[in-house]
């Protein structure tokens, strides 16, 4: 048993209409049995869990933890959690780094408490009165939350006294303070419950001494109860803009049967109803649903009040009265942005067309200035008549025209303000059409001139409009207006969603969309042909709702879209839509391996291996953690596969498609090919990997040394060439065979199984060790079309010697006789720094260019290619730092979305090694881009080379 030490802290918050009270609590836990006093359990509802620091991230009790930032930052660092919650990490001071540490042996904890005691992160330098901060984001206003932070002594009986701050239940408002001293011995966890009033709460870790900062080995938020009343309103409270047809929605309370709804466009009527005095705003009593739809279309620009009140089941009926919220409904027209003014008038600078619709002037109340730069002032050109033209984006059904007339402090006197308009208007700018005449009123010759003339338009179609003076409030010759607002009503549809221009979506969604005003039918163009959707050639689907199953898209395509409202009963009938645009997903996942934990869903209990099917195979380690959580290509596990084929001829795994998420149909959404990525290692036999579906199967066609090599690969299958029910897809198997007549062993990492829409002609990596001349690779005997050496000293372009009769361009700008290198790569590191490479190649080993951003990558083009010739492009390097520490996912052009991950320091520190890539160019550029892992662990470009794959034949 635990010995739990309770300190609470009661926060009286007077700003909220009723207290609520957060407090802190620290539990001190055992050496040993931790696991089972920790509280962590796999029955609870968790949003975050971060076992910070350097090591692989822990799981306890079957919950799953995650690292968080894997190297120090000095900026917010942003994510989402396994859960699908976001977060931020980042320093109360600018400039200050949070960084991560290994931590120390002084972990009084086992089991895997252990593990999340170990590392953690810290405030570098440990400046006083600052510290770490993290918000955890997607939170439910209402909830209760625990949230967690475990720390241990470090080195005990020292003063390591920290301030905790939180603002959980007082939003922006550091209210709910602790003090503790953590380096006091032993390990604990301080819990902070709240009842959340927003949808995040930021924790701020103060430090009280110099260098003394808080050590954060692990941080966990559990939901811990849920409202008793109605939350989450839909609309949100305090929406704008709001459609009139609106349903409303709210996530009910915990112990919920029924619910009340109430909504009045008086506040007090809403606050004070009940069912005993409903006064008209009890439009729903002990309905079961958590929506409501109003009875009708609500009014135009209506502030409208409502509350759920959340009714328990019998026998008591409880009945929990829930807030008031509150909404505003769409106006009936909208203002005209965009609009561009144009005059035949003389006018002085500053004083031109666009001030009467730049807002100059203006201020909140839409109240106009008497200043004379915020107004328009023209002279009529001799011969003609004066007239300002507004033009806008496209035909809009105009409402009304606002106008402030010209209003200097002397307009009285001066009389410039326009008197008599008439008033044109067109949909081309060609052909006008007469609305009428209008007689603008005088302005006021006051600071607070609001509007006071209306032109209604009477909801004509037209993108010009054109105001020709007839006559002014004076005899000046000379006339002008200080604004015009022009208000349309919104017939066209709006508000895609998705997004335009979202990416990554998957390929089963709905479109959706906010209809235009007096639509009777919504006409959908959907196409991966962008001019034939403008034109409208494509297929059209007439729906009545707006909304529209797009079907099954392709995979890894851009999707052009666009609707057009439709009511033959209006003129014009038919309001053509914008164009909008979507990218779908690149692949689907068939097997990630993050869902796997250690207690009730292990991995070797889904791909059931030799301990079952008797074969050479284990699949997961054999001791906690059982999915390999170091080598890992995407997200946080990979599976390792271990096979021997001693005693038996094969090693297979076999998984039940039904256990994955991909589903059994493998025709849909252009799919043609499996991709499967592995990573071998140096004491691997080269035996024969093959893969299996519905017993069908196909042997691996690369390089049988692959499986040697420590770097991620893509294995492209082309599901073409399975003889399988592909829309019946139940099982999937991986699997090594004898190569020879004596079988080997080894391992092998699988990670990020996926459908993809195209067999790749792509070409392969391969990385082999670098020692000296001998083994570099380079050779005068060979054919090179493109060579660098990266540097900041000597003279840009002249030949550098690397070697074995070859010299290479030297660089100092990032651009060579027929290649560039482009992005972020733009620092500059010389240096003479100790190699472990021989010879005269050694040299290529000093002095690179670095840099990557999370947005922006370097990109290596090379130009001048030949089609249909094999090329073989060298990437020299040495490990800066220990194996492990440089992971960069290397982009070829040939194979844009199957990115190779790669260590550049998996050689080790000062050793060097050749990463290739051999490929047959397909047109005359080939690209590579460079995406860092961790951007402040960027590739070193230290040189390359490009040589003809045939010239190098006689080295081989």
Known sequence: MCTRVVISLLCLLTMHPAARAATFTVVDL??????????????????????????APVTINGVAFEQGPSAGVSSAYTGTSLWGYGYTLNSTASGVTVDVHAGNDNIDADGDSNGLLRDMIYHSGGPVGEGT??????????????????????????????????????????????????DAGGAHYLDYTFTADDTDVTIRFITHYDNMSAHIYGLSNEVIGLPAGAS??????????????????????????????????????????????????????????TTYAPSGPLGYGQTYYWRVDEVNAPPDSTIYRGEVWSFTTEPFAYPVAGVVAT?????????????????????????????????WLATPVAGEALWIQYEFEKVLKLHELLVWNYNVQFEPVLGFGIKSMTIEYSVDGEEWTVLGDAEFARATARPDYVANTVVDFGGVPARFVRLNVNSGHGMMGQYGLSEVRFMHIPVYAREPQPASGATNLAPDLTLRWRAGRESAIHEVYLSTEEQAVIDRTVPVTAVSEALLEAGMLDLARTYYWRVDEVNEAETPATWQGDLWSFDTQEYLVVEDFESYNDVDH????????????????????????????????????????????????????????????VGPDWTGHGVKALTVYFHGDPDNSAEQMYLKLNGSKVVYDGDAGYLTQALWRPWNVNLADLNVNLRSVTELSIGFERAGAAGGKGVVYFDDLRLVPTVSPAGTFSIHPWTGDHDSGISSDKVY????????EGNDGEPFFAGNGVYFERDMDRSGTNWTLTGPATNVFDTTNPVNVTGDGAALARGFFYGDQDDNHPVLTLMNLVPGTTYVATFYTVGYGGAGGRFTDITPGDNPRNPTRVDQNSAGSGNGQLITYTYTAIGTEMSFVFDALVTGDSWHHYAFSNEVASSNQAQD
């Open 30 to 55: 055992p050496a040993a049995g931790t696991d089972d006093a920790i509280g962590i359990d796999s029955d609870k509802i968790y949003t975050h869990t971060f076992d910070f620091g350097l090591g």
């Open 133 to 182: 901060v993290v918000t955890l984001s997607g939170l439910t206003p209402g909830t209760t939350y625990s949230t967690r932070w475990y720390f241990r002594a470090y080195a005990s009986g020292a003063n390591r006294t920290i301030t905790v701050q939180a603002d959980g239940e007082s939003h922006g408002v550091f209210s709910d303070t602790f003090e503790i001293n953590i």
């Open 232 to 289: 989450n309103p839909s609309p949100a409270a305090g929406d704008t803009d709001v459609p009139r047809d609106i349903d409303l929605g709210w996530t009910p309370g915990e112990f919920a049967n029924t619910h009340d709804v109430y909504l009045g466009i008086a506040f007090d009527d809403v606050n004070e109803a009940s069912r005993t005095d409903p006064r008209g705003v009890l439009v729903s009593q002990g309905q079961p649903a």
């Open 343 to 375: 005059t035949n008038g003389a006018f002085d600078e500053g004083a031109g067309p666009d001030k009467t619709v730049d807002g100059s002037g203006l201020n909140d109340a839409d109240q106009h200035s008497t200043e004379s730069t915020d107004m």
């Open 602 to 661: 292990r991995i070797f209990d889904t791909w059931i291996d030799g301990w079952v099917n008797n074969t050479g195979s284990t699949v997961g380690h054999l001791e906690t953690p059982f999915a390999e959580r170091s080598i890992v290509r995407g997200g946080r596990q990979s599976m390792p596969f271990f096979y021997d084929n001693s005693a038996t001829t094969y090693s297979e795994a076999t998984v039940d498609v039904g256990d994955l998420q």
């Open 785 to 792: 079309t493109h060579t660098g050496k990266f540097s900041g």
